[in-house]
């Protein structure tokens, strides 16, 4: 079976902390997706990989960096903690396949982190 | 920057009844559509996906309907139970784009027993 794991499911922070998030994806899987989650505005990019050591900006990496040394890990960084950053952050992974399956770019998601930045 | 535009944000139905959500694009290069499912406490999983060369596709209870003409598409959920109560999202990709997935902002579904 599939699996993303994520490091925390909870996780409460002070205002200037840096903070890592960890996801670990068993599938041996190319891309890496990291989204946060907020009501009304949906899951939002914020940096995808597709290879090691690859990393792409998303739609608000604005606060955020990444880090992909191995094939299954990807880590997302908060340099320094801010309150607007209070979120449910979503890893998710997927592979890249000849194109011919009709779901070649589906998404697996770990269960997520909600972090609380006081 | 790519959007999808997705309503409404809230939905609550009565069991057996038909919600539908509804999805707007403007990248005319888009290619695939799918909808994620999201149960409280759960990340989203793939539930059904449809290209543009057919304008309806359908799995179980769940249905995409596809306009591409109007850039639009829906799911529509017939005989509507208290398990699919969930967070539905649309979202769109490009065959080959490397960050693949824009999603919807998501509606939030309650079906009442």
């Known amino acids: 079976d599939v699996k993303v794991t994520q490091s925390s499911r909870y996780l409460v922070k002070r205002t200037g902390e840096k903070v890592f998030l960890e996801c670990v994806q068993d599938m041996d899987h190319e891309n890496m997706f990291w989204y946060r989650q907020d009501p009304g505005l949906g899951l939002r990019l914020i940096y995808f990989?597709?290879?090691?050591?690859?990393?792409e900006k998303g739609d608000i990496p604005e606060g955020y960096s990444v880090s992909r040394e191995k094939k299954e890990r990807f880590s997302l960084i908060l340099e320094s903690a801010s309150t607007n950053q209070t979120s449910m952050y979503l890893c998710a992974s997927s592979s890249i396949t000849s194109g011919r399956s009709l779901f070649y770019n589906e998404q697996f998601f770990g269960p997520g982190t909600r972090l609380t930045v006081l | 920057q790519q959007q999808v535009k997705q309503s409404p944000q809230s939905l609550i139905v009565q069991k057996g009844g038909i919600p539908i959500i509804n999805c707007a694009y403007e990248?005319?290069?888009?290619?695939?559509f799918p909808w994620y499912q999201q149960f409280p406490g759960k990340g989203p999983a793939l539930l059904i996906a449809?290209?543009?060369?057919?304008s309806e596709k359908k799995e179980g209870r769940f249905t995409i309907s596809f306009n591409k003409s109007a850039k639009q598409f829906s799911l529509h959920i017939m005989d509507s139970q208290p398990g699919d109560s969930a967070t539905y999202f649309c979202?769109?990709?490009?065959?080959?784009?490397?960050?693949?997935?824009?999603f919807g902002s998501g509606t939030q579904l309650t079906v009442l027993p």
């Open positions: 990989s597709y290879d090691v050591k690859m990393k």
């Open positions: 979202a769109a990709s490009v065959t080959g784009s490397a960050r693949q997935l824009t």
């Open positions: 990248n005319t290069a888009f290619d695939y």
């Open positions: 449809i290209r543009p060369d057919v």
